[in-house]
């Protein structure tokens, strides 16, 4: 059984570029959330996919995307980025509706400057 | 809205203590409760959930719903408790998003 990866591990990018990261979930998980942890707060959330279709989402703008591929492996994406994006950006993999716990990868650290 | 309110950002107790973290929560319905913890340099693992009813490396949380409270606590404190820890909640519906607390950062002294 292998856990959740998510790369790279850590980005820098200047504020206005576009960045991609990238999550895989647990073997047999259906259900990817990404998270944004800023420094010395909770994780927030962003949005969930499942069935490759967004499934709940947070108090996040537009420009904040994501996609899910067949393999259930998830991509989030962010547009036109802010130096208040720079944070820690979490993938947790679960199974849909269930009781079930969320397994968490290490997260990607971003730096917008 | 829903929101967890964990008071104390820092806790340190001497090894062998009583530990408490504090844990509040307001929600319009019944929500699960969670504590996740964090432990140097590893990622975020789910400590325990209230449905559960069980006690996990020692510790136990009992939800209080009168007083909207789920604190987390363990007789006597290890120094290998010593991590970050957060409640979450999440309530119904098929996306069961969590939502968590600032965290405590709990160290035990030797």
């Known amino acids: 059984e292998t856990g959740v990866t998510q790369s790279p591990t850590h980005l820098i990018k200047t504020r206005g570029q576009q960045v991609t990261l990238r999550c895989s979930s647990q073997?047999?998980?259906?259900?990817v959330s990404w998270y944004q942890q800023a420094l010395g707060q909770g994780p927030q959330f962003i949005f969930q996919y499942y069935r490759e279709e967004e499934n709940g989402r947070g108090n996040f703008p537009p420009r904040f995307s994501g996609l899910q591929f067949p393999n259930y492996s998830s991509e989030l994406n962010v547009n036109a980025l802010e130096l208040d994006d720079s944070a820690l950006y979490l993938c947790?993999?679960?199974?849909?509706?269930?009781?079930?716990?969320?397994?968490f990868g290490q997260g990607t650290r971003l730096t917008v400057v | 809205a829903q929101r967890v309110t964990q008071p104390e950002k820092l806790l340190s107790v001497f090894k062998g203590a009583p530990v408490e973290l504090k844990c509040n929560y307001s929600y319009s319905g019944s929500p699960e409760l969670f504590w996740y913890v964090q432990y140097s340099r590893q990622r975020l693992q789910l400590l325990l959930r209230h449905i559960s009813r069980e006690s996990i490396k020692g510790f136990t949380a009992d939800l209080n719903k009168g007083e909207t409270s789920f604190h987390l606590k363990k007789p006597f404190a290890q120094e290998e408790d010593s991590a970050m820890y957060y409640c979450?909640?999440?309530?119904?519906?098929?996306?069961?998003?969590?939502?968590f607390g600032s965290g405590t950062q709990l160290t035990v002294l030797p």
């Open positions: 947790a993999s679960s199974l849909v509706g269930a009781a079930t716990e969320a397994f």
């Open positions: 073997s047999g998980h259906n259900t």
């Open positions: 979450a909640l999440t309530g119904p519906g098929s996306a069961r998003q969590l939502t």
